[in-house]
């Protein structure tokens, strides 16, 4: 079950999770936080979805039937924020991987202080496997001057695994670390592509999700999730004027 914004262009958001964990085998049961306004260029406009209506859309399908893995992406409102973490606390034995969507790939913020608060206090402590990139690790914990220091401390506020992206840092190779307990477990090089990428983070998040929620280990479902993405990436096509656009159904396209 993914918790997510829908994008209109497809590329991010409830969609792109979709796409992705369909890919892995599973089924996608979506439930929309927010709408937005944007294309590939950036965002516009972001509209919250009413709380009760978070709540009711989540526990109607949690009613009727299994869900394996939770996935949290883009959010929009505090109150919708206190809606999912009201839901996934009934819920504690199945896994939450949490990509904290705080910014536009343009760089338009999508959470302000109080927002990033709420994530802080209620879904950090629930969360199994956490996806930030090295700015949404930084906001997320704004005292640590290091990468791992980051890590530490979004292992404090209660994340179980964190997988730290390394897409914005400026080196020729993308290195992505994972740690646990407080220590780095498996760092992963990846070629750096040369584009800037819509909906990246969603197919790495929902990838992973997917592959847990089969019985993967966090350390292999974040190597397989992350070879999953490099080569949605690596096969992307640029659609409109801004980013390209992951191609996560390439595997259909190599068959």
């Known amino acids: 079950m993914t918790f997510s914004g829908h994008d209109a262009t497809g590329g991010a958001g409830i969609t792109a ?30 509209i919250p979805i009413g709380d009760d209506i978070v709540i009711q859309s ?23 924020i206190e809606a999912v973490h009201s839901i996934l606390y009934d819920y504690a034995d199945i896994p939450v991987v949490f990509d904290p969507i705080l910014a536009s790939g343009a760089g338009t913020e999508l959470a302000d202080d109080e927002l990033i608060n709420a994530m802080q206090n209620l879904l950090l402590p629930i969360t199994h496997v956490l996806t930030p990139n090295t700015l ?17 401390g979004l292992i404090d506020r209660g994340c179980d695994h964190v997988l ?21 477990i498996d760092a992963f090089e990846w070629p750096r592509l040369k584009h800037d990428y819509h909906g990246s983070g969603c197919t790495l998040a929902a990838t992973l999700a997917a592959l847990l929620g089969q019985g993967l ?18 096969k992307a096509h640029r659609l409109g004027m801004g980013q ?12």
Not at 59 to 73: H, N
Not at 220 to 226: L, M, T
Not at 244 to 255: A, K, M, T
Request: one cysteine or more.
């Open 17 to 46: 999770d979709i796409e992705a964990i369909m890919s892995q085998g599973c089924r996608a049961a979506t439930v929309v936080t927010c709408l937005t306004v944007q294309d590939s260029v950036d965002v516009s406009s972001l």
């Open 58 to 80: 989540a526990r109607a399908v949690l009613e009727d039937m299994p869900v394996s893995a939770f996935k949290i992406g883009l959010l929009g409102s505090v109150e919708v």
């Open 136 to 152: 949404e690790a930084a906001s997320l914990v704004p005292e640590a001057d290091t990468v791992a220091a980051m890590a530490s």
């Open 164 to 184: 730290v992206t390394g897409t914005h840092d400026n080196n020729h190779q993308v290195i992505n670390r994972l740690y646990h307990n407080h220590r780095e």
């Open 217 to 234: 280990d966090p350390l292999s479902a974040a190597r397989e999730a992350q070879n999953f993405t490099w080569h949605s990436l690596h």
């Open 244 to 255: 390209h656009f992951p191609n996560r159904l390439f595997w259909v396209e190599d068959e």
